[in-house]
């Protein structure tokens, strides 16, 4: 899983190396983002909530 790799990473840090990992170029690359990293940011201070439920309330 990738988030593995990343293990210090927060969640909002790891979408972004998500996000620029799966860039190939201006053509092909994941959009409309930017909210997902907002409720990341949000969901920071919330302890307890697994990757899966991160990713979720992102959704």
Do not use: W
Not at 26 to 49: P, R, S, W
């Amino acid at each position: 899983m990738f988030a593995s790799q990343f293990p210090e990473l927060t969640f909002n840090n790891l979408l972004n190396k998500l996000c620029d990992t799966c860039r190939i170029d201006d053509t092909y690359f994941i959009c409309q983002h930017d909210n997902m990293k907002k409720v990341a940011d949000m969901l920071e201070g919330v302890h307890g909530l697994s990757l899966k439920s991160r990713y979720g309330f992102c959704l």
